[in-house]
């Protein structure tokens, strides 16, 4: 890999050499390579956060077939049997019911398109999807046969967890941080997935920390994020966290009406808000999020790994288990 994608690892153990390494002049200015990783940094992160999902597909489909391969043998039967007998015939055809509930739940993108239309892309639908999950049962299943283990690593990020009020016991394992805009959809659509997430671990395996990532392009993000820091100083946070995070309006007012609903001293958070209190703390969160690469919400550090947009539980769980396994290990 070129010098420049390690730029994590550049800054963080050599800093000295990559100051010293000019690599442009204009006039009577130099332009060194520590300049120009911190111009692209978030770029250069999310690059080198794609070489390693592009790695680890092509090491997971390695795998796979190393397993298949074996257990066939084992078997005396060829990879094509195997995978006919434990993944194809094990796939039960959709039901109605099934085809109806796919249907309903898309039927804002399908508009007045009749069901018996689609029913058909429905139920291949289904079926790649009830194939994709046998898959991953068998080779989970298979790896416990035949131990499997895994050498690559994915790059890690060095992120702390803020000001803000964290969830969760100091000493778990895990400690999720995201970078999040109370004004961003998809920062609202992740959070039932977040609740599953920390339902599902535990505060004694996964903490949670919240930071600020108001974007240029949501007007009432910083005024919301100034505002929970208000509430958190009343121990409010989680709780006005949530109204924020539920609430269709984020102007003033509303933001002064959602401090009641959750009992907050009027006067107090009135005067907090008014004062920018909390202005250098929200920028300290953006630096934060900058500096390790954030460029759109949600972004999320697992103990350092980055996961960014609001994804699924199963891309959460795949990285928690991952950094479980290894405290035990």
């Known amino acids: 890999m070129r010098k420049a994608l390690f730029t994590l690892l550049a800054l963080a153990v050599a800093p000295g050499l990559a100051a010293a390494e000019q690599l442009a002049t204009v006039g009577k200015k130099t332009v060194d390579r520590t300049q120009v990783e911190k111009q692209v940094k978030a770029q250069l992160v999310d690059l080198e956060r794609q070489r390693y ?67 058909t892309q429905i139920n291949e639908f289904l079926i790649r999807k009830g194939t994709q999950e046998r898959m991953v049962v068998m080779i989970t299943e298979l790896k416990k046969k035949y131990p499997t283990k895994v050498t690559l690593k994915a790059p890690v990020i060095d992120v702390a967890v803020g000001s803000t009020p964290v969830k969760g016991n100091p000493k778990a394992p895990v400690t999720i941080v ?15 997935t977040l609740a599953e997430v920390l339902k599902l671990y535990g505060p004694d395996k996964v903490r949670f920390a919240y930071r600020n990532f108001p974007l240029d392009m949501h007007p009432n993000a910083r005024p919301a994020a100034e505002a929970a820091f208000c509430a958190a100083d009343q121990g409010k946070f989680w709780e006005y966290h949530e109204k924020l995070m539920a609430a269709n309006d984020l102007t003033g007012p509303q933001l002064q009406a959602l401090a009641g609903e959750v009992g907050l001293d009027k006067k107090k958070f009135e005067e907090c808000v008014a004062s920018k209190k909390h202005k250098d703390a929200i920028d300290k969160d953006l630096k934060a999020g900058e500096e390790a690469g954030v460029s759109g919400t949600p972004a999320f550090f697992i103990n350092g790994r980055m996961i960014d947009g609001a994804q699924p539980v199963e891309k959460f769980k795949e990285i928690i288990d991952e950094e479980l396994a290894a405290k035990k290990g």
């Open 178 to 192: 995201e970078f999040s805009d109370y004004e961003c959809p998809f920062c609202r659509r992740v959070e039932p």
């Open 53 to 119: 999902e592009i790695l680890k597909a092509g090491l997971d489909q390695l795998i796979a077939e190393a397993l298949f391969e074996q257990e066939a043998a084992a078997r005396g039967i060829t990879v094509e049997q195997l995978q006919k007998t434990e993944i194809v015939d094990k796939i039960p055809q959709p039901t109605e019911a099934e085809v109806q509930k796919v249907y309903e739940a898309n039927k804002e993108d399908l508009g007045d398109t009749p069901m018996e239309e689609v029913k």
